[in-house]
């Protein structure tokens, strides 16, 4: 009897075995096609047909580099462009999910953020009628060490080909005194932040929509997790239009500076003028200043000498040479005890 009973129970087990172990027809992913941004994940599922059949079920990608997938079927974006995603349930029964990986706008880091990128349609280039102007304009900060700025360090990297240098342009930042702009180094201390602008001269092939740019930027840490889409860029006409958007305030100080001084600051600036030579020593060039009555300068180097007129403003004392009409705005104040600082080393460095 019990023999009897023990065939029976391994007959049951046998067909319920047979009955749970369906050959497996199909195969299918949750998704045919998804969209994921460099770096990150997705996850796939998949489903057999008929429904509680089972096999040995792989994962596979047409191209690692663009993304991979382990044996769960997570996806993770490696790098930009399309990848197939095919999950294999045997011999002929598999499917596929088409992986676009994109690089996501991220304009914030730890230690940058982008206000944005602008372009002065008013400038051209001597050596190339087809490069525009770029700024980028954008803020350091620093909460952790201390770090070390120019405006020449940045690069801009058009779609990971062509890779752009900031170049120092004198006399284009005239208009925005809340930025920071220079060749030289500048000191940002832990806890505080700077307001910055670099400069670009880029074809404007590189500026037309769809193109991403990525960042680079030796002394800032994260820069290269900066991306900006040219879609965002803007387009002023002007310099001055260009500054009205990015620092008003700094603009309207500006135009302030360069009104004429009334009679009263006039005669105390040239009062003081008239009594010093003004010497420095910028580029590797001394110079001598030298002003007298009623509006005249005398500009003295090794190589050569030049005189011109000059005239008192609010915050410079422009000189216009005699030769060729060129103007050079040199900023000036006053100390606490009542004399004038003028500055010009400023105002020759062409380095800034």
């Known amino acids: 009897m019990k023999r009897i009973i023990s065939i ?151 779609d990971d080909i062509n890779d752009y240098t900031a170049e120092h342009i004198p006399d284009v930042n005239r208009y925005m005194d809340n930025y920071y702009y220079s060749s030289y180094i500048e000191n940002v201390y832990t806890g505080t932040e700077l307001n910055v602008i670099s400069t670009f001269k880029i074809p404007s092939t590189e500026l037309v929509a769809g193109k991403v740019y990525t960042f680079s930027n030796s002394y800032i840490p994260e820069t290269e997790n900066l991306c900006f889409f040219s879609d965002h860029v803007k387009t002023f006409k002007t310099a001055e239009e260009l500054a009205k958007e990015i620092d008003p305030e700094g603009y309207k100080s500006e135009l302030d500076k360069q009104k004429p001084a009334d009679s009263e600051t006039e005669a105390k600036v040239k009062n003081q003028l008239y009594q010093y030579d003004f010497n420095f020593y910028v580029n590797n060039t001394s110079y001598k200043l030298s002003f007298s009555s009623p509006n005249r300068f005398t500009l003295r180097t090794a190589y050569n000498t030049s005189s011109g007129t000059y005239v008192v403003k609010n915050g410079y004392v422009s000189i216009t040479h005699d030769s060729n009409n060129e103007t050079i705005d040199i900023p000036y104040d006053f100390k606490e005890n009542g004399d004038i600082n003028l500055h010009t080393a400023e105002a020759f460095d062409v380095k800034g």
């Open 8 to 158: 029976l129970l391994v007959f049951l087990l046998c067909i319920s075995f047979a009955a749970c172990s369906k050959k497996v027809k199909s195969i299918s992913i949750s998704e045919s096609e998804v969209s994921v941004y460099l770096d990150e994940t997705h996850q796939l599922e998949y489903k057999l047909e008929p429904e509680k059949a089972s096999a040995d079920v792989t994962w596979e990608s047409s191209d690692p580099t663009v993304a991979t997938v382990d044996n769960n079927g997570l996806v993770a974006a490696i790098g930009v462009g399309t990848a197939s995603i095919k999950v294999s349930a045997g011999d002929d029964i598999s499917a596929s999910c088409t992986v676009t990986v994109s690089r996501k706008e991220i304009i914030e880091t730890n230690y940058t953020t982008i206000k944005g990128l602008y372009v002065d349609e008013s400038y051209r280039d001597s050596k190339s009628d087809d490069l525009r102007l770029v700024y980028m304009v954008y803020t350091v900060k620093t909460d952790s060490e201390n770090l070390k700025v120019s405006s020449i360090t940045q690069h801009i990297i058009v």
